[in-house]
Nanobody, 120 residues
Framework: QVQLVESGGGLVQPGGSLRLSCAASGFTFSSYAMSWYRQAPGKERELVAQIGAAGGSANYADSVKGRFTISSDNAKKTVFLQMNSLKAEDTAVYYC?????????????WGQGTQVTVSS
């Protein structure tokens, strides 16, 4: 059974930090590219950060470059998102995502999401 379980969300003041975690199970973690997406109320889900399979190269949305860092621990099958200098516009539900191309098809898994609220 595939599971992606996010944790670490919560309420934080502007300028603060949070670290999100996503624990994976039920699939070969090291073979999947891992990402964090977010969705704010009334907006489409957007890609925040992604990291290649087995901790490969990382990419970020322009809006979070220099503030967020994605990392992964293959031994723990966990991906992290360190979020610093948080802004009100970072408020959203954050989703963990796993992706792999298999025989020409894209296999994708989603977590249930964790709420991040940035407010004073």
């Amino acid at each position: 059974q595939v599971q992606l379980v996010e944790s670490g969300g919560g309420l934080v003041q502007p300028g603060g930090s949070l670290r999100l975690s996503c624990a994976a199970s039920g699939f070969t973690f090291s073979s999947y590219a891992m990402s964090w997406y977010r969705q704010a109320p009334g907006k489409e889900r957007e890609l925040v950060a992604q990291i290649g399979a087995a901790g490969g190269s990382a990419n970020y949305a322009d809006s979070v470059k220099g503030r967020f860092t994605i990392s992964s621990d293959n031994a723990k099958k966990t991906v992290f998102l360190q979020m610093n200098s948080l802004k009100a516009e970072d408020t959203a539900v954050y989703y963990c995502h796993a992706r792999r191309a298999v025989l020409g098809s894209l296999v994708r898994y989603w977590g249930q999401g964790t709420q991040v609220t940035v407010s004073s």
